[in-house]
């Protein structure tokens, strides 16, 4: 399976992506998210990819960040929606704007989103509910009691942390708020996903 690529962007359409990878092109379909977070033709590129495979096809879809690739998957369990959807999705709202939609049962906001009518944002509600603390993570949704991050602090370190914390059966507001509290007393170099999923861990269990 592919998961990741990096490369040189051949074509760069509004649903499309075409890398160059040591003189192979990676045909990808992608979001508006995605697109308007990209460079131009004959620029660099380090996407995330989500390899489906099909009986009659294998398709490629790619992402800008692991939060848009995450949510996209959440959005493949559910009940009718399919790859296709779930961009359309993922370019109607920003990440972090869906899982707060979720949580708050936001039916009208989800519904304005092209080709999602009002039964399928109750299903996508239903079903994802409880289920996005994992992708809401990884997206940096602050906690309301967090701290804001010191200059210089990498959040994807925060970020990356976060995800650990959560799949290892932590609330993401809790796990949040104890690793922005710890990056803002560690030295700089010492803040890495590493060192902070050990001491968040530290922390939490305390």
């Not at 509910?129 to 010191?150: I, M, Y």
């Given at each position: 399976?592919?998961?990741r690529?990096q490369?040189?962007i ?7 992506l075409?890398?160059?990878v040591h ?5 990808l379909l ?9 460079g ?6 380090d996407?995330y ?12 879809f790619g992402?800008?960040?692991i ?12 009940s ?19 899982c707060?939609?979720v949580a708050?049962?936001?039916i009208?906001a989800?519904s304005?989103?092209s ?5 399928t944002?109750?299903r996508?509600v ?16 602050p906690?309301?009691s967090a ?9 994807n370190a ?6 650990a914390l959560?799949?290892?059966g932590?609330?993401q507001?809790a796990?949040t ?8 007393t560690?030295p700089?170099?010492?803040?890495n996903?590493s ?12």
């Amino acid at each position: 399976m592919i998961a990741r690529l990096q490369g040189e962007i051949w074509e760069k359409e509004f649903s499309r992506l075409v890398v160059n990878v040591h003189g192979v092109g990676y045909e990808l379909l992608i979001p508006m998210s995605t697109y308007d977070q990209l460079g131009g033709e004959g620029d660099n590129v380090d996407i995330y990819v989500y390899t489906q495979v099909r009986e009659d096809a294998i398709t490629l879809f790619g992402f800008a960040s692991i939060q848009e690739k995450r949510l996209f998957e959440a959005l493949l369990g559910v009940s009718g929606v399919g790859g296709k959807l779930a961009l359309s999705i993922l370019s109607g709202l920003p990440v972090d704007n869906f899982c707060r939609a979720v949580a708050e049962k936001n039916i009208a906001a989800l519904s304005k989103i092209s080709g999602i009518g009002k039964r399928t944002a109750e299903r996508i509600v239903v079903e994802l509910n409880g289920k996005l603390e994992a992708v809401s993570a990884v997206a940096g949704l602050p906690s309301s009691s967090a701290p804001k991050l010191p200059d210089g602090v990498d959040a994807n370190a925060i970020s990356d942390a976060v995800l650990a914390l959560v799949r290892l059966g932590y609330k993401q507001d809790a796990a949040t708020a104890a690793l922005h509290e710890i990056a803002a007393t560690v030295p700089p170099e010492e803040i890495n996903s590493s060192n902070l999923l050990r001491l968040g861990l530290q922390k939490l269990n305390s």
